[in-house]
């Protein structure tokens, strides 16, 4: 399957990156590029977004990006460093980067930046790689 059917039908399943109001803007493989406006629902007593928010997408983009290669693969671990406040009304934006994908791992890293382009959280994930291929 292409890029784009394997992101798609991913999407089609995902209610909470649905919910989020993810919007992909480019299907490239190992790095798929998605897009979200913070709501007021998504912040914390602090009135900034929940760390959970940016968790989210960038989990999200960290799937999206692996499976693009054509294998069922899951996350197995993650982490997140939040690095600046996110607001209400903020855009952000991933950018996912493969450090290495062998045939069982892979170890990906996913950036969040804001509409200013600031960097506003940084994502490490480990995945395991099924060998099922997507269809």
């Given at each position: 399957?292409?890029?784009?059917?394997?992101?798609?039908?991913?999407?089609?399943?995902?209610?909470?990156?649905?919910?989020?109001?993810?919007?992909?803007?480019?299907?490239?493989?190992?790095?798929?590029?998605?897009?979200?406006?913070v709501r007021q629902e998504?912040?914390?007593?602090?009135?900034?977004a929940h760390g959970g928010?940016?968790?989210?997408?960038?989990?999200?983009?960290?799937?999206?990006?692996?499976?693009?290669?054509?294998?069922?693969s899951v996350s197995v671990?993650?982490?997140?460093?939040?690095?600046?406040?996110?607001?209400?009304?903020?855009?952000?934006?991933?950018?996912?980067?493969?450090?290495?994908?062998?045939?069982?791992?892979?170890?990906?890293?996913?950036?969040?930046?804001?509409?200013?382009?600031?960097?506003?959280?940084?994502?490490?994930?480990?995945?395991?790689?099924?060998?099922?291929?997507?269809?």
């Amino acid at each position: 399957m292409e890029p784009k059917a394997i992101v798609d039908k991913m999407m089609a399943g995902d209610e909470m990156s649905q919910w989020l109001g993810i919007n992909i803007l480019d299907y490239g493989v190992g790095n798929v590029v998605c897009e979200m406006m913070v709501r007021q629902e998504m912040v914390n007593g602090f009135n900034i977004a929940h760390g959970g928010i940016t968790y989210s997408l960038a989990d999200s983009a960290l799937a999206f990006s692996i499976n693009t290669h054509g294998i069922q693969s899951v996350s197995v671990e993650t982490s997140i460093s939040h690095l600046k406040p996110v607001k209400v009304g903020d855009i952000l934006r991933t950018a996912t980067e493969e450090i290495s994908v062998s045939k069982k791992i892979g170890v990906l890293t996913t950036r969040v930046y804001n509409q200013d382009e600031v960097l506003v959280a940084a994502f490490k994930g480990t995945v395991y790689r099924t060998g099922k291929e997507w269809e």
